[in-house]
């Protein structure tokens, strides 16, 4: 049974976390991607509402530090996956890091330089829209806020969250420490200065395990996504909204899809 959601802050967000410690957490969570791939199961659904939606365009939205795409798009052309675009967007953008995805993906990722609101994307930029991992810092009225813009705008919208806010999860979530302490080795290139705020002053450690906890208790449940999708006039949309299980792991991948109806009529 999950436990009430508490929109609880989490540091990383916070103006005032330094940014080598952020930068050390999104190192470690892409490099969780890298290694595990939680989203590979999940591809034959986005493809499938990217081709209902005749869509050959991602918009990402709160991109962090690249999201998972880099990952993604090597199953997504292993998979027989057509063409495609992905452009990154944060209300922070991170231009270092958006650059480097780009030029490994050989121009397929490109980032949008400007500030850009999930709640309120600009018009003019197109294609469907996807959230990993981040629907669950923002608050119910500010996720509807989200949903309803791209029902507004009649975009695709797809949102993935690997967290949830069940006993199990949060349990797993107050050991992930050790995660860090095993897989910040692989990370590339290596840096003095993670060592030192992994294993000399385990600062990373601490603010990943605490984030990772609160992340769970800011998750949303399947039924929570449906809720909002109805109150945001998802009505004339088709939803696919469940949880995916992964092997090995200890929970599933939840997910909510929507596209727009009339455009697969």
């Given at each position: 049974m999950p436990q009430r959601r508490l929109h609880l802050f989490e540091i990383a967000d916070q103006s005032w976390c330094p940014r080598i410690l952020r930068d050390g957490l999104t190192d470690y969570l892409r490099q969780l991607e890298w290694v595990f791939r939680p989203y590979d199961l999940l591809l034959p659904r986005l493809r499938a509402a990217l081709a209902r939606c005749h869509e050959e365009r991602v918009l990402d939205l709160c991109s962090g530090a690249g999201g998972p795409w880099l990952p993604?798009?090597?199953?997504?052309?292993?998979?027989?996956?057509?063409?495609?675009?992905?452009?990154?967007?944060?209300?922070?953008?991170?231009?270092?890091?958006?650059?480097?995805?780009?030029?490994?993906?050989?121009?397929?990722?490109?980032?949008?330089?400007?500030?850009?609101?999930?709640?309120?994307?600009?018009?003019?930029?197109?294609?469907?829209?996807?959230?990993?991992?981040?629907?669950?810092?923002?608050?119910?009225?500010e996720g509807l806020e989200i949903i309803r813009d791209a029902v507004r705008q009649k975009r695709g919208i797809a949102i993935f969250e690997v967290t949830q806010r069940t006993p199990r999860a949060i349990f797993v979530a107050c050991f992930v420490w050790l995660l860090v302490l095993g897989f910040t080795p692989l990370i590339r290139p290596v840096k003095l200065s993670r060592l030192v705020l992994t294993y000399l002053i385990p600062l990373i450690p601490a603010l990943v395990t605490f984030d990772g906890i609160v992340s769970s208790l800011r998750s949303y449940t399947p039924d929570e996504f449906g809720e909002l999708a109805r109150q945001a006039g998802g009505d004339s949309y088709d939803w696919e909204i469940g949880e995916m299980p992964y092997p090995f792991a200890p929970f599933p991948t939840v997910y909510a899809i929507g596209t727009p109806r009339f455009l697969h009529e």
């Open positions: 993604l798009l090597s199953s997504w052309e292993k998979s027989g996956g057509g063409p495609l675009e992905v452009r990154l967007s944060d209300q922070r953008p991170s231009p270092e890091s958006w650059a480097q995805a780009a030029e490994a993906s050989h121009g397929v990722i490109r980032p949008i330089p400007q500030p850009i609101d999930a709640r309120n994307v600009p018009k003019e930029i197109l294609g469907f829209r996807t959230l990993f991992a981040a629907f669950h810092h923002f608050r119910p009225e």
